[in-house]
């Protein structure tokens, strides 16, 4: 069974905020990836890491930071939040090397007002 | 590039009929295929996976054969149930620079009724 967390499951915020979207494996895996998922479900990687102090912009612009100070946490901040960053944001990781597959976090949604 | 395309949904059926979801790709080299499932409110879950030519994924009744010659990875279950309604998304492995990033095609929605 994966076990990758993100907290919070659910955030809603007022515009301006800054935030912090907390993401935690205890699998020992190298690799982590932040997705933003849109309405359409359609998943865009926003940042990638292959281990401590390693970071990398992923496909998709976006305004957020992450940092990996850890092996096991990952998280992404936004310094302030606005309207359209209101979406579901999916954390995910994996052992290095080829021929393995991704475990996911169960989500945050965000929604900024 | 690397890309995946996946048929559109939603897709509709009844319960116990025969499920085909289309995927295809494109990748250099030897990618990994994969299909993720996606329950509403909740992340993606790793449904089944081949890492090489003829290989069959198989998981909870479903299935995929990892077709070179094609470049197809496609989903089918002989029996669908109420319970399978969910997103389902294709994706490979990109291996050809190192990076091992993974790339999702755009989700197929589906939906079995009773």
Known sequence: EADIYQTPRYLVIGTGKKITLECSQTMGHDKMYWYQQDPGMELHLIHYSYGVNSTEKGDLSSESTVSRIRTEHFPLTLESARPSHTSQYLCASSPLGPNTEAFFGQGTRLTVV | ?114
């Open chain 2, 1 to 114: 590039g690397n890309s995946v395309t996946q048929m559109e949904g939603p897709v509709t059926l009844s319960e116990e009929a025969f499920l085909t979801i289309n995927c295809t790709y494109t990748a250099t080299g030897y990618p990994s295929l994969f299909w993720y499932v996606q329950y509403p409110g909740e992340g993606l879950q790793l449904l089944l996976k081949a890492t090489k030519a003829d290989d069959k994924g198989s998981n909870k009744g479903f299935e995929a054969t990892y077709r070179k010659e094609t470049t197809s990875f496609h989903l089918e279950k002989g029996s669908v149930q109420v319970s399978d309604s969910a997103v389902y998304f294709c994706a490979l492995s990109d291996q050809t620079s190192g990076t091992y990033k993974y790339i999702f095609g755009t989700g197929t929605r589906l939906k079995v009724l009773a």
